[in-house]
C-alpha cells in the first residue's frame, strides 16, 4: 500500500501569508494527487486534482505542483476562510488513501 | 450535485449498520460513488468504490469481509453496510462521488468532487 506523508501537520500563519504543504508518496503515485480542505464538522472540498488543477469555482490563491512522489499545496494571499485542515490523497492504486492532514491555524 | 445521508445511528458492539447515500442532480449511473470515515479528531480513511451503473464494487483490505456496498438505481441511492462493529469504527461516514477514468491500459477512482454531509455512527456497549 502507498503511504502518504504530510508536513507539516499544523502550522500558523497570518491573514495575507503565503503557506506550503508538502505531500510524500512511499512509491510513485505519477501526478494521480488531488488536495482537500475540511473545516470543522464539515465534509471535506477538493480543491485540486491530478497535482495541479484547480477544481471548479475554487479561487487562484490555490496551486499545486508536483509529480512522482513529491508534491507540494500552496496558498498565497492567505484569506480567513481558509483557517481549515487540508489533505492529500493518491490514486494510483488501491487502497487510495490520504494523507495525515495538515491544520492551518491562526497566529 | 446533492449527496443526502440518512441519519445518525448508534449500535452496539458486533451489530451492523446501513448507512444510505441519495443522490440527485446529475445521472445516478455515470459517477462512481466512494465512502471515506473519519474518526473523532483523526484524518480521512477510505472504505473502498461501487460502481451504481453495474453494481461492481471493490474494498480496501482493511475493511474486506465485513463491509458491503449496493445501490438502488430506482431511487438513486447507495448504501454502505458495515458488519461486525467495534468501537474504532465509530466515526463520520461519509459518501463521495469519484470522477473515475480508464485509461487504455486501467481504470481509476479519481477524485471526490462532491460529498455527503456525513453520517455519524457511534459503536458502545
Partial sequence: DIQMTQSPSSLSASVGDRVTITCQASQDVNNYLNWYQQKPGKAPKLLIYDASNLATGVPSRFSG???GTDFTFTIINLQPEDF??????????LPLSFGGGTKVEIK | ??????????????????VSCKTSGYTFTSYDLNWVRQAPGQGLEWLGWMSPDSGDAGYAPKFQGRVT????TSIKTAYLELSSLKSDDTAVYYCARGSGFCTSTS???GWFDSWGQGTLVSVSS
Fill in chain 1, 65 to 67: 505542483d508536483g509529480s
Fill in chain 1, 84 to 93: 481549515a485542515t487540508y489533505y492529500c490523497q493518491h490514486y494510483r492504486n
Fill in chain 2, 1 to 18: 450535485v446533492q449527496l443526502e445521508q440518512s441519519g445518525a445511528e448508534v449500535k452496539k458492539p458486533g451489530a451492523s449498520v446501513k
Fill in chain 2, 69 to 72: 456496498m449496493t445501490r438502488n
Fill in chain 2, 107 to 109: 481504470c481509476y477512482i
